[in-house]
């Protein structure tokens, strides 16, 4: 009973000894891959570590780069806002005729020379946003703001909805520069 299974079948001849050999060295192989995996070092534990912060601190890097440069796209798409409205506004627009318009929820009122008024009755100006103020700007240069950010532009032209079919007067247009 000394025999080991090895020499029991190398006798009858189902084994050879190269086969033998290839068999010892791949279990040898396992086990000492086995060793290496289940038990790490502490050195590759840090290397591992390092690695996860390396890529955390890369992505929070990225992250505020998107930030600061959005920030800048921002500001300077606010600088050529202000360019465009500061260059191009009518200038000796003040006069003795309100032009009352609606600013979100409020009503705003700018005094206007007569041209002036008729000029944003036509909708040939616009009304633009200026710091706590507001500028009366052409319509292109207006249009060329709204590109940018339409915040910046005050919708002063009535939208023309559909007449009730049943409302008596439908007949009856109210102008827009009527005048109390």
């Known amino acids: 009973m000394?025999?080991?299974?090895?020499?029991?079948?190398k006798k009858s001849g189902l084994v050879d000894d190269k086969k033998?050999?290839?068999v010892k060295q791949q279990q040898y192989k396992q086990a000492k891959q086995k060793g290496k995996n289940a038990t790490p070092t502490e050195a590759q534990e840090?290397?591992?570590?390092?690695?996860?912060?390396?890529a955390e601190k890369a992505e929070r890097d990225r992250q505020l780069n998107q930030q600061r440069q959005a920030e800048a796209e921002r500001k300077a798409i606010t600088a050529q806002i202000r360019?465009?409205?500061?260059?191009?506004?009518?200038?000796n627009s003040d006069g003795d005729i309100t032009y009352n318009?609606?600013?979100?929820?409020?009503i705003k009122t700018l005094h206007v020379i007569e041209k002036v008024h008729k000029s944003l009755v036509n909708g040939r100006l616009a009304i633009a946003r200026l710091d706590q103020g507001y500028a009366l700007v052409p319509t292109p240069v207006a249009d060329?703001?709204?590109?940018?950010d339409a915040a910046y532009i005050i919708d002063t032209q009535t939208s023309a909805s559909e007449p009730d079919e049943d409302d008596p007067y439908a007949d009856y247009k109210?102008?827009?520069?009527?005048?109390?």
């Open 2 to 9: 000394g025999n080991s299974l090895f020499d029991q079948l």
């Open 20 to 22: 033998a050999k290839q």
């Open 46 to 54: 840090a290397k591992l570590l390092a690695q996860k912060a390396q």
């Open 83 to 91: 360019q465009l409205i500061e260059t191009n506004r009518v200038q």
């Open 101 to 106: 318009f609606t600013d979100g929820t409020l």
């Open 144 to 148: 060329k703001i709204k590109q940018r």
């Open 174 to 180: 109210i102008p827009d520069d009527l005048m109390w």
